[in-house]
């Protein structure tokens, strides 16, 4: 285990909060045994936490304030180091994301990263091959809190039919996947719209897009690579995306009908069957 005091607490967010449990768990003169009795873990994941080593989770964070009577200090840093632990070049996407007022989405491959379950994130993520996969899960989960927020912002995703049938993470957590994407019918401020196969050819066939806009700065419009994502605040690019994107609107399915095409394939392609759950092979 790396010793902790070679640890510079200024070097990242994740240092600086494992220097500051150490120093807190210290002060309350609790062993990593008795702190970790109290918020429920081994006394390896506070040793974890303290080398820098593991990422900790906001309910963690909540669990320690609690423990350690620190005002919230854990809860308020674990934002931080979520977000540290998201890729350098998305980490600018995350914060404009947090602040757009409105959020328009296509996806053509895969459910909106703010929409996906934690198992399904996970799948995803894991193509990737990480170093730190549960990191970016938990980053990943800390994102879609912007959704849950007193005003959140309005968002449309647009879904390709396709993203309904690629069997990402195995039968269960389509399953599950699907099913939290129906939880949002009465949601006020998120749409889901199906484009479904039959519609053929549409505007966005090359691919993927998010068009971001807000109150009082210009819109952004977000792609990737299989490298990273590039946004670009291009007027012309932005009105060519706002296009694109209406009549991607307009090729979808209404609302209702997309909610009846989902919950038509949770059941026909992800419903209960005997065997073995199925998984995609490549």
């Not at 006394?43 to 906001?58: D, F, H, N």
């Not at 909106?112 to 980053?139: F, K």
């Not at 993203?163 to 269960?172: F, K, N, T």
């Not at 991607?248 to 919950?263: H, K, T």
Request: include cysteine; glycine fraction near 8%; charged fraction near 25%.
């Amino acid at each position: 285990m790396v010793n902790i005091r070679s640890l510079d607490p200024s070097a990242s967010p994740l240092d600086y909060y494992g220097s500051e449990l150490r120093r807190l768990r210290e002060e309350a003169g609790l062993n990593q045994g008795q702190l970790g009795e109290v918020v429920f873990c081994t006394a390896s994941l506070i040793g974890q936490i303290e080398t820098a080593k593991k990422v900790p989770t906001r309910r963690f964070s909540e669990q320690l304030d609690a423990a350690l009577m620190t005002g919230g200090l854990f809860t308020r840093l674990v934002g931080l180091v979520l977000k540290s632990q998201l890729p350098n070049w998305f980490q600018m996407y995350a914060e404009m994301e947090a602040k757009a007022a409105y959020i328009s989405t296509y996806q053509s491959q895969m459910v909106y990263g703010l929409l996906q379950t934690e198992e399904y994130a996970r799948a995803v993520l894991a193509t990737g091959l990480p170093g730190d996969l549960e990191g970016l899960v938990a980053a990943r989960m800390e994102r879609q809190r912007i959704l849950g927020r007193e005003h959140p912002p309005m968002a449309w995703v647009v879904l390709d039919e396709a993203a309904l049938h690629r069997p990402v993470g195995g039968r269960d957590v389509m399953r599950n996947q699907l099913a939290f994407l129906l939880g949002f019918r009465s949601s006020r401020w998120l749409r889901i719209q199906v484009l479904p196969f039959v519609a053929g050819e549409h505007a966005s066939l090359i691919g993927s897009f998010n068009w971001l806009r807000f109150d009082d700065d210009p819109d952004i419009v977000y792609t990737e690579d299989l490298i990273a994502g590039h946004m670009t605040a291009n007027p012309d690019t932005v009105k060519e995306a706002a296009l694109r994107y209406a009549h991607l609107q307009a090729s979808a399915l209404a609302v209702e009908d997309s909610a009846e095409l989902i919950m038509r394939v949770m059941e026909e392609r992800y419903g209960d069957q005997s065997g073995p759950d199925q998984r995609a092979v490549a």
